[in-house]
């Protein structure tokens, strides 16, 4: 015999919705998504892909693993995302020299110029946001949520 349980009032819903720090950044995560998508469409760019070139802008080519974990993916995920770029001629996926197995991954020149167009529309778009927030009394750091990433 199955035991029926109990339904969830509704203010318990309002609650999680009002409270919970997991909904409110994904909420926050896909709306600050939508809004560089948007800033970064003139240059065939995503946001995501745009966090990807930066994290590849280095003194030395990093491994594939190290911006897997800048970037808090697995390693399967990032090389699918590397694969367009890759296709684009904008990055290069090449042997790490001391470590045949490991990948070291690096910008092109036409990922250097790519990134070198974005930047500015990451600034004025980062501007913008950041503006609205103080605004609107609620500023955020981007510290606060590098501190709940590790």
Same mark, same amino acid.
């Given at each position: 015999?199955?035991?029926?349980?109990?339904?969830?009032?509704?203010?318990?819903?309002?609650? &999680?919705?009002?409270?919970?720090?997991?909904?409110?950044?994904? !909420?926050?995560?896909?709306?600050?998504? =939508? =809004? #560089?998508?948007?800033? #970064?469409?003139?240059?065939?760019?995503?946001?995501?892909? #745009?966090?990807?070139?930066?994290?590849?802008?280095?003194?030395?080519?990093?491994?594939?693993?190290? &911006?897997?974990?800048?970037?808090?993916?697995? =390693?399967?995920?990032?090389?699918?995302?590397?694969?367009?770029?890759? !296709?684009?001629?904008?990055?290069?996926?090449?042997?790490?020299?001391?470590? =045949?197995?490991?990948?070291?991954?690096?910008?092109?020149?036409?990922?250097?110029?790519?990134?070198?167009?974005? &930047?500015?529309?990451?600034?004025?778009?980062?501007?913008?946001?950041?503006?609205?927030?103080?605004?609107?009394? !609620?500023?955020?750091?981007?510290?606060?949520?590098?501190?709940?990433?590790?």
């Amino acid at each position: 015999m199955s035991k029926t349980l109990a339904p969830i009032p509704y203010a318990t819903t309002l609650h &999680v919705r009002d409270t919970c720090l997991c909904l409110a950044t994904q !909420r926050a995560a896909r709306t600050l998504a =939508r =809004r #560089f998508d948007d800033a #970064f469409r003139p240059l065939d760019l995503t946001n995501g892909q #745009f966090s990807l070139l930066m994290s590849l802008n280095r003194p030395e080519p990093p491994t594939l693993g190290s &911006v897997a974990n800048l970037l808090a993916m697995d =390693r399967t995920t990032l090389t699918a995302a590397l694969k367009p770029l890759e !296709r684009r001629g904008l990055l290069t996926v090449a042997p790490d020299a001391a470590d =045949r197995r490991s990948r070291r991954l690096g910008l092109t020149s036409e990922g250097m110029a790519l990134l070198a167009r974005a &930047v500015p529309i990451w600034t004025q778009t980062h501007a913008e946001i950041d503006a609205a927030l103080a605004a609107s009394g !609620r500023p955020l750091a981007a510290g606060q949520l590098a501190g709940l990433a590790g």
